[in-house]
């Protein structure tokens, strides 16, 4: 569904091998370039997203399952389609939290959104490098990337956006708190969060969703999105899309 080497990352997050060095590092000796490879995420209007990912780095170097399944949810013909004159991406301010390589903000900006894609400071080379690689298929829409650490001072991102963004944000335990506050912090009562996760049953990460989502109800509320709402062909029982929205 995804691609072999997807699904090869997918597996290796899962479990937490140690092999994923080796691969990688293999990969790499393998390649014409040292630095990265690329991966092309396919648009309905047959143009394609190249991204580029590290051979060598932390999670946030990789584009992983639920970064793709958000990011083609995002031109479902709810939100985008263009034969009936519906997009509701064009002029929307959109933010990404963890954007990691920024996929799912690229395609709102192709869609035409405003949008700012944020991580931490380590990100901001592989972002704006895939911003400069994708630049031309952003006509109305654009993107800016920006260093933002979770539970410190987001002023410089109010007032708040339309939408939040997050894709794969859930399975770091010492995260959760300092993510649940910028939420709090970030989103008035008309944006939208549009978070997409993969559901791991693997070592901690059952509890860290728990955690997660028992600190989010206590100010926000959660509607899962039905898989014949999503992209039929990108999308997977163990990856869930939510809208969520602040409670009144």
């Known amino acids: 569904m995804f691609g072999e080497v997807s699904l090869l990352f997918r597996k290796i997050y899962q479990t937490g091998s140690s092999f994923f060095v080796s691969v990688l590092a293999n990969m790499a000796a393998k390649a014409d370039e040292n630095e990265y490879f ?3 995420i396919e648009r309905n209007d047959g143009c394609a997203l190249k991204v580029k990912q590290c051979f060598l780095g932390d999670v946030g170097c ?6 793709i399944v958000l990011a083609k949810y995002l031109e479902t013909k709810q939100f985008y389609d263009p034969s009936s004159g519906v997009n509701v991406w064009s002029g929307r301010t959109v933010l990404e939290l963890g954007a990691g390589t920024g996929v799912v903000g690229l395609m709102a900006a192709t869609l035409g959104a405003q949008v700012i894609v944020t991580d931490l400071e380590d990100l901001q080379t592989l972002l704006k490098v895939n911003i400069q690689e994708n630049e031309a298929l952003i006509s109305s829409g654009s993107i800016t990337a920006k260093v933002l650490k979770w539970g410190e001072d987001v002023s410089e991102f109010l007032p708040s956006p339309d939408y939040v963004l997050m894709a794969d944000c859930i399975y770091y335990e010492q995260s959760i708190v300092p993510l649940v506050e910028s939420l709090k912090l970030l ?16 070592g901690v990460n059952p509890e860290v969703e728990r955690q997660f989502f028992e600190l989010l109800q206590q100010n926000f509320c959660c509607e899962e999105i039905p898989s014949e709402k999503q992209d039929p062909e990108f999308s997977s029982p163990d990856i869930h899309i939510l809208h969520i929205r602040r409670k009144a």
């Open 187 to 202: 989103c008035g009562p008309e944006t939208c969060i549009v978070c997409c996760y993969e559901q791991r049953t693997e």
């Open 38 to 40: 690329v991966r092309e």
């Open 62 to 67: 990789v584009v992983w399952d639920a970064a």
